[in-house]
C-alpha cells in the first residue's frame, strides 16, 4: 500500500529528490526523459542515474536501474538493504522488480505516474504485493511540482521542435 508523503516532507527527503531533479537534468540536457535517481545508505549517496534508453540503446537505462547499477558497483554487492532510493517520477513495474532484488529499504518519489506507477498509481508492487520475500516501503510526492513541471516542460518543448505535433 503506498505510503503518502507526509504534507511536510523531512529536510533530507527534500534534499535528495533537490539531488535527483539535477540528475534529471542531465538526462534532459542530452535529449532523454528528464528522470533522475539517487540512492543513499546512512546519509550518504551510493549511486546515481539518470534516464539514458536512448543514448545507452539499452531500454533498462531507467535512471533507477542506473542508480542501482552505481551503487552495486561501487559496494560490489546488488544487494542494496537498507537504502533509500529517490526519483523524481514513480518506477514503472521494470524498476520497481529491480528495487526488490536489491532489496532497496524505502522508496521516495515526485510526480506520480498515471500510465506506468508501480507504487500505486497503475500498480502496487511497492509494497503492497505479498507475494515477494522483501517488502519495500514507497511514499510519493516529494516535490511532486517541480517534478512534474520538469517532465512537462521537456514534453512541451519536444512538442515545439516537432512543430506541435504529438
Same mark, same amino acid.
Given at each position: 500500500?503506498?505510503?503518502?508523503?507526509?504534507?511536510?516532507?523531512?529536510?533530507?527527503?527534500?534534499?535528495?529528490?533537490?539531488?535527483?531533479?539535477?540528475?534529471?537534468?542531465?538526462?534532459?540536457?542530452?535529449?532523454? =526523459?528528464?528522470?533522475?535517481?539517487?540512492? =543513499?545508505?546512512?546519509?550518504?549517496?551510493?549511486?546515481?542515474?539518470?534516464?539514458?534508453?536512448?543514448?545507452?540503446?539499452d531500454p533498462t537505462?531507467?535512471?533507477?536501474?542506473?542508480?542501482?547499477?552505481?551503487?552495486?558497483?561501487?559496494?560490489?554487492?546488488?544487494?542494496?538493504?537498507?537504502?533509500?532510493?529517490?526519483?523524481?517520477?514513480?518506477?514503472?513495474?521494470?524498476?520497481?522488480?529491480?528495487?526488490?532484488?536489491?532489496?532497496?529499504?524505502?522508496?521516495?518519489?515526485?510526480?506520480?505516474?498515471?500510465?506506468?506507477?508501480?507504487?500505486?498509481? =497503475?500498480?502496487?508492487?511497492?509494497?503492497?504485493?505479498?507475494?515477494?520475500?522483501?517488502?519495500?516501503?514507497?511514499?510519493?510526492?516529494?516535490?511532486?511540482?517541480?517534478?512534474?513541471?520538469?517532465?512537462?516542460?521537456?514534453?512541451r518543448a519536444r512538442?515545439?521542435?516537432?512543430?506541435?505535433?504529438?
Amino acid at each position: 500500500m503506498l505510503e503518502a508523503a507526509s504534507s511536510i516532507p523531512s529536510g533530507e527527503d527534500i534534499h535528495w529528490m533537490q539531488e535527483a531533479l539535477a540528475l534529471a537534468g542531465r538526462a534532459a540536457g542530452q535529449g532523454e =526523459v528528464p528522470v533522475g535517481a539517487v540512492l =543513499v545508505l546512512a546519509g550518504a549517496p551510493i549511486g546515481e542515474g539518470w534516464n539514458c534508453p536512448i543514448g545507452a540503446a539499452d531500454p533498462t537505462a531507467h535512471a533507477e536501474v542506473q542508480a542501482l547499477r552505481d551503487a552495486a558497483r561501487r559496494s560490489g554487492n546488488y544487494r542494496l538493504p537498507g537504502s533509500t532510493l529517490y526519483v523524481t517520477l514513480e518506477p514503472c513495474v521494470m524498476c520497481a522488480g529491480a528495487i526488490i532484488h536489491a532489496r532497496v529499504e524505502r522508496v521516495v518519489y515526485g510526480a506520480p505516474d498515471p500510465k506506468a506507477g508501480a507504487c500505486g498509481s =497503475v500498480f502496487d508492487l511497492l509494497p503492497a504485493d505479498g507475494r515477494f520475500n522483501h517488502r519495500t516501503r514507497c511514499s510519493g510526492g516529494v516535490l511532486a511540482d517541480a517534478c512534474g513541471e520538469t517532465l512537462r516542460a521537456f514534453f512541451r518543448a519536444r512538442r515545439q521542435d516537432a512543430g506541435g505535433r504529438r
